[in-house]
């Protein structure tokens, strides 16, 4: 059976996979982080991980919190349920982390990294979210806005070059990410009036950027 957004997308759909859930008359659940919120799941008695390197490779500074957090559930809703991950570094910290620390332990480390490396909640973020219908177009148009706001050195401590999101298009537009790292000393009215003048500027000047919506995700945790 399975357990993911488009399975579960029509009300139809969701009562033929709850009646199914109900019977138990499958023997195989495949399905994505949704299958930990279907409470009538019983009787596990192993739970497979394929390609843990790419989960844990995501990047996205929560990453390993909600797995983390995703494989917890799990464990207590199926505590006698045997673990099987595809991966290659057997000594990865979060492996450890599942296997032997405890929820406190597991807690410090994640925001002693957090603060080493000034994510939230010890940093404040802007995640620009740009969309356009031609890749290449869309990544020129990218690193050129990266590119100006990195020359911001007040308001911004540091200008993530544009990464490709794990879900890279919808609905015929390609998708990139552009992440900042907020200067906390400055104000956010200042902070804001310069991400509006360098966008409207480069706007104005630039064919591929005018392509390119802009969306504006604050504090995106």
């Known amino acids: 059976v399975r357990i993911d957004a488009e399975a579960t997308e029509k009300k139809r759909a969701r009562e033929h996979l709850k009646e199914i859930l109900l019977s138990k008359e499958a023997d195989i659940y495949v399905g994505t982080t949704l299958i930990s919120r279907f409470t009538s799941l019983q009787n596990i008695k192993l739970i497979a991980v394929p390609q843990f390197d790419l989960l844990v490779s995501y990047p996205d500074f929560r990453n390993d919190e909600q797995l983390y957090s ?3 559930r799990l464990s207590r809703r199926f505590p006698y349920a045997e673990w099987m991950l595809q991966l290659s570094d057997l000594k990865h910290p979060l492996v450890a982390s599942i296997e032997q620390s405890s929820l406190h332990d597991v ?3 994640l925001l002693a990294e957090r603060d080493f490396f000034h994510f939230p909640p010890y940093q404040r973020l802007i ?3 740009l969309k356009g ?3 290449k177009e869309l990544e020129e ?3 050129i806005f990266s590119g100006a706001l990195a020359q911001e050195k007040q308001a911004f401590l540091e200008v993530e070059k544009p990464f490709e999101p794990f879900v890279s298009r919808v609905n015929l537009l390609y ?3 552009i992440t900042l790292r ?3 000393q400055v104000s956010s009215q200042y902070i804001r009036q310069r991400i509006w003048d360098i966008v409207s500027q480069l706007k104005k000047e630039s064919l591929l950027c005018r392509k390119v919506n802009l969306f ?3 504090d995106p945790y």
């Open 70 to 72: 995703l494989f917890l």
């Open 133 to 135: 219908r031609d890749r």
């Open 182 to 184: 907020l200067n906390t």
């Open 175 to 177: 998708i990139r990410h």
């Open 216 to 218: 504006f995700d604050v």
């Open 107 to 109: 807690y410090d480390t």
């Open 127 to 129: 995640r620009i979210i």
């Open 141 to 143: 148009a990218s690193m």
